[in-house]
Structures are given as C-alpha cells and as structure tokens.
C-alpha cells in the first residue's frame, strides 16, 4: 500500500507545469519534423543515398529484429540508451544539452517522410499515418523527461555557481536526482515500453487497415 501511495505521489509531482514545459518541447519536436518533411521533399534528394544513410543509423539487430525481439530492441535503444544520454548531457552544464537527443529524433523521420512522400506520396501518406501513434507517445515521452530533467539541469547548474555551500546544495541535488528517476522509471520508462509495442503491432495494422 505504501508503495501505491508512493507511486501516486510522485505522478502529482509530474503537475501542470511539467507537462506545459513537455508540451513545448514536442511542439518544437513537431515543427522540427514538419520542417524537415518539407525540405527533404522539396529537394527531392537522391533516394538511394538517403535509404543508404537511414541503413547505417539503424542497427542490424533492429532492422533483422521482429516481434517481442523487436519490443526489446526498441525498449532498449529508447527506453535506456536515449534517456541515458539525455540524463549524462544534463550533468554538463549547458541549458537545453539534453534537448539534442529529441532533435535528432525529430529530424530523421521528417527526412524519411519527406523521402516516401516524393517516391509515392498516396503510399506515403498511409506510412505516415501508421507512423504517428508510436511518434507521438515516444517523442512526448522523451520530451516529459526533458522536461523533468529542466529542474535537475537548474540544480546542477547552481551547485556548480555555489560549489562551497556543498552541504545545502548536496542535499538538493542529490534529491533532485532521486525524484528525477522515480519519474523516469514510473511514467517515462512505461510509455516507452507502450510505445514499442505500438511500433511493432499497431502500425503495421494501421497500414493494413489503410489499404
């Protein structure tokens, strides 16, 4: 029971002002993949060099993966190697460092949509479509924890200003770390997981459906 409550409680520590400060990130993720989208179709770059690129930054395990082997492959990259490196940059003290995981993220499918838009934009637009659920919940998902990782980013950043006042500022970073995972592994870790299993199941029955 005390674990439920805890759980409870740190879900209220995930308030308004953290999912406002999420939604602005995925909206900056949703520009960013709009206008990569556009430009990539209004060069009209050459499709063999780009299906080449998108070859070599995805793995051999994820592009031979399939089924649960794939879940994992996904949860693994996104749910762990991602938010690793998005928590390392935040212990760097320069503002928004942790934003350029979901740039990257948001930027490689606008060049692959802008990419089947202009090889065969009726199929294209199915591919898209089938696309978005697992986009939206693993973008938001890293945007949420770029949000929370704001706060740790402010701490991290004042302890280095303030570096002699090490008892006070070691007891806020410490719990600010603490409270940061605690959100990572409830909220963030779990739509992460959804997310997988809607890019392995759900989109390929999306597409199907959209035939």
């Known amino acids: 029971m ?24 995925f909206t900056l993720a949703a520009i960013i993949t709009i206008a990569a989208t556009v430009i990539t179709y209004v060069i009209n770059p050459d499709l063999k060099s780009v299906a ?15 089924g649960m082997k794939k879940v994992w492959t996904y949860v693994a990259n996104n749910g762990f190697v991602v938010p690793l490196q998005m928590f390392v940059f935040t212990l760097i003290p320069v503002q928004f460092l942790y934003l350029v995981n979901i740039i990257s993220t948001a930027t490689l499918p606008g060049i692959l949509f802008g990419v089947i838009l202009q090889a065969d934009s009726r199929n294209g637009m199915k591919i898209i479509a089938s696309t978005i659920p697992h986009f939206v919940l693993e973008v938001f998902a890293f945007c949420l924890w770029a949000a929370v990782l704001f706060k740790l980013s402010q701490v991290v950043r004042s302890k280095i200003k303030y570096w002699f006042k090490k008892n006070e500022e070691e007891v806020v970073f410490v719990d600010t770390v603490y409270k940061t995972l605690k959100v990572y592994l409830t909220v963030v870790l779990p739509m992460i997981i959804v997310a997988a299993f809607v890019e392995t199941y759900v989109a390929d029955l999306i597409y199907y459906l959209l035939q």
Request: charged fraction near 30%; charge should be positive.
């Open 52 to 66: 080449e690129s998108f070859k070599v930054n995805s793995s051999d395990q994820l592009r031979e993966s399939t």
């Open 2 to 25: 005390n674990l439920l409550n805890e759980v409870a409680a740190i879900h209220k520590k995930v308030n308004k002002v953290i999912f406002k400060r999420a939604a602005k990130f």
